[in-house]
């Protein structure tokens, strides 16, 4: 899987381990993500906007 990160704050969503915390299990595909995700860090980077790594 795969690790996308946001450049603004350097959070990273990582697919294996998801965001237990944001409510996205392990496995959670950064697609699968909602359109309006935003980075749950800085608030100010939008799905858009993470690079994937």
């Known amino acids: 899987m795969t690790d996308f990160k ?3 704050c350097g959070y990273v969503f990582s697919e294996d381990a998801g965001d237990e915390h944001e409510g996205y299990p392990p496995g959670t595909s950064f ?4 359109d309006d995700y ?3 860090d800085c608030s100010v980077r939008y799905k ?6």
């Open 6 to 8: 946001c450049p603004e």
């Open 31 to 34: 697609q699968s993500l909602p």
């Open 38 to 40: 935003v980075c749950p």
């Open 48 to 53: 858009e906007d993470f690079e994937q790594i």
